[in-house]
Protein backbone atom coordinates (compact mmCIF):
# COMPACT_ATOMS: atom_id res chain seq x y z
CA UNK A 1 0.00 0.00 0.00
CA UNK A 2 0.89 3.35 -1.09
CA UNK A 3 -0.78 6.58 1.18
CA UNK A 4 -1.05 9.73 -0.80
CA UNK A 5 -1.25 13.12 1.33
CA UNK A 6 -1.35 16.70 -1.81
CA UNK A 7 -0.92 19.71 0.29
CA UNK A 8 -0.67 23.37 -0.79
CA UNK A 9 -3.41 24.41 -3.16
CA UNK A 10 -5.57 27.32 -2.76
CA UNK A 11 -6.98 30.33 -4.33
CA UNK A 12 -4.46 32.97 -6.25
CA UNK A 13 -5.09 35.29 -8.74
CA UNK A 14 -4.54 34.81 -13.15
CA UNK A 15 -0.51 34.88 -13.67
CA UNK A 16 0.08 33.86 -10.00
CA UNK A 17 2.11 30.59 -8.60
CA UNK A 18 1.44 27.87 -6.04
CA UNK A 19 3.39 25.16 -5.23
CA UNK A 20 1.52 21.77 -4.41
CA UNK A 21 3.47 19.15 -2.31
CA UNK A 22 2.88 15.25 -2.44
CA UNK A 23 3.54 12.99 0.52
CA UNK A 24 4.21 9.79 -0.21
CA UNK A 25 4.37 6.72 2.54
CA UNK A 26 3.97 3.09 2.67
CA UNK A 27 5.81 0.71 0.10
CA UNK A 28 7.46 4.07 -2.07
CA UNK A 29 10.55 2.16 -2.26
CA UNK A 30 8.28 -0.32 -4.62
CA UNK A 31 6.35 2.88 -6.76
CA UNK A 32 8.27 3.54 -9.89
CA UNK A 33 7.36 7.10 -10.91
CA UNK A 34 4.84 9.58 -9.33
CA UNK A 35 2.51 11.95 -11.30
CA UNK A 36 -0.02 14.90 -11.12
CA UNK A 37 -3.57 15.10 -12.49
CA UNK A 38 -6.30 17.75 -12.41
CA UNK A 39 -9.75 17.91 -13.10
CA UNK A 40 -11.69 20.85 -14.03
CA UNK A 41 -15.70 20.79 -13.07
CA UNK A 42 -17.27 19.60 -15.51
CA UNK A 43 -14.14 17.65 -17.09
CA UNK A 44 -11.94 14.93 -17.93
CA UNK A 45 -9.10 13.81 -15.62
CA UNK A 46 -6.28 15.43 -17.18
CA UNK A 47 -2.73 14.53 -17.17
CA UNK A 48 0.15 17.26 -15.94
CA UNK A 49 3.55 16.20 -15.16
CA UNK A 50 5.26 13.11 -14.29
CA UNK A 51 8.54 12.02 -12.88
CA UNK A 52 10.64 8.72 -12.48
CA UNK A 53 11.62 7.85 -8.58
CA UNK A 54 15.12 6.79 -9.71
CA UNK A 55 17.18 9.04 -12.66
CA UNK A 56 13.73 11.82 -12.07
CA UNK A 57 12.76 12.03 -15.77
CA UNK A 58 10.15 14.47 -15.98
CA UNK A 59 7.06 14.79 -18.74
CA UNK A 60 4.51 17.44 -19.09
CA UNK A 61 1.59 17.90 -20.41
CA UNK A 62 1.98 20.08 -23.72
CA UNK A 63 -0.44 22.84 -21.92
CA UNK A 64 1.88 23.34 -18.84
CA UNK A 65 4.89 23.00 -20.77
CA UNK A 66 7.85 25.74 -19.62
CA UNK A 67 5.48 26.97 -16.98
CA UNK A 68 4.76 24.00 -14.46
CA UNK A 69 8.02 22.23 -12.67
CA UNK A 70 7.94 18.65 -11.02
CA UNK A 71 10.43 17.75 -8.59
CA UNK A 72 11.07 14.65 -6.29
CA UNK A 73 13.13 14.40 -3.27
CA UNK A 74 13.79 10.74 -2.43
CA UNK A 75 15.14 11.19 1.15
CA UNK A 76 11.49 12.52 2.12
CA UNK A 77 9.57 10.55 -0.66
CA UNK A 78 7.79 13.84 -1.59
CA UNK A 79 7.09 15.01 -5.12
CA UNK A 80 6.68 18.79 -5.73
CA UNK A 81 4.59 20.66 -8.65
CA UNK A 82 5.85 24.59 -8.99
CA UNK A 83 3.10 25.99 -10.93
CA UNK A 84 3.61 29.67 -12.87
CA UNK A 85 1.74 31.88 -14.76
CA UNK A 86 -1.70 30.26 -13.66
CA UNK A 87 -4.65 30.70 -15.72
CA UNK A 88 -8.28 30.53 -14.76
CA UNK A 89 -8.82 27.61 -16.79
CA UNK A 90 -6.54 25.80 -14.52
CA UNK A 91 -8.93 25.60 -11.67
CA UNK A 92 -9.35 22.29 -10.55
CA UNK A 93 -8.39 19.11 -8.32
CA UNK A 94 -5.29 18.41 -8.46
CA UNK A 95 -4.14 14.85 -7.49
CA UNK A 96 -0.80 12.93 -7.17
CA UNK A 97 -0.45 9.66 -8.23
CA UNK A 98 1.80 6.55 -7.94
CA UNK A 99 2.33 3.85 -10.47
CA UNK A 100 4.19 1.04 -9.29
CA UNK A 101 5.56 -0.16 -12.73
CA UNK A 102 6.08 0.98 -16.27
CA UNK A 103 3.05 0.45 -18.52
CA UNK A 104 2.35 1.60 -21.81
CA UNK A 105 -0.01 4.17 -21.50
CA UNK A 106 2.30 5.81 -18.82
CA UNK A 107 2.83 8.75 -18.47
CA UNK A 108 -0.64 10.51 -19.46
CA UNK A 109 -2.46 7.22 -18.81
CA UNK A 110 -4.76 7.23 -15.25
CA UNK A 111 -4.76 3.54 -15.43
CA UNK A 112 -0.74 3.16 -15.66
CA UNK A 113 -1.49 4.74 -11.95
CA UNK A 114 -2.16 2.51 -9.13
CA UNK A 115 -3.00 4.66 -5.69
CA UNK A 116 -4.45 8.22 -5.80
CA UNK A 117 -4.45 10.80 -3.09
CA UNK A 118 -7.34 12.92 -2.15
CA UNK A 119 -6.48 16.09 -3.98
CA UNK A 120 -5.92 19.41 -3.47
CA UNK A 121 -8.00 22.25 -4.63
CA UNK A 122 -6.56 24.88 -7.11
CA UNK A 123 -8.60 27.89 -7.94
CA UNK A 124 -7.05 30.87 -10.08
CA UNK A 125 -9.24 33.77 -10.56
CA UNK A 126 -9.05 36.15 -13.21
Known amino acids: QVQLVESGGGLVQAGGSLRLSCAAS????????MGWFRRAPGKEREFVAA????????YYADSVEGRFTISRDNAKNTVNLQMKSLEPEETAVYYC???????????????????WGQGTQVTVSS
Open 51 to 58: ITWIGGST
Open 97 to 115: AAALGYRSIWPQGPMAYDY
Open 26 to 33: GRTFSSYA
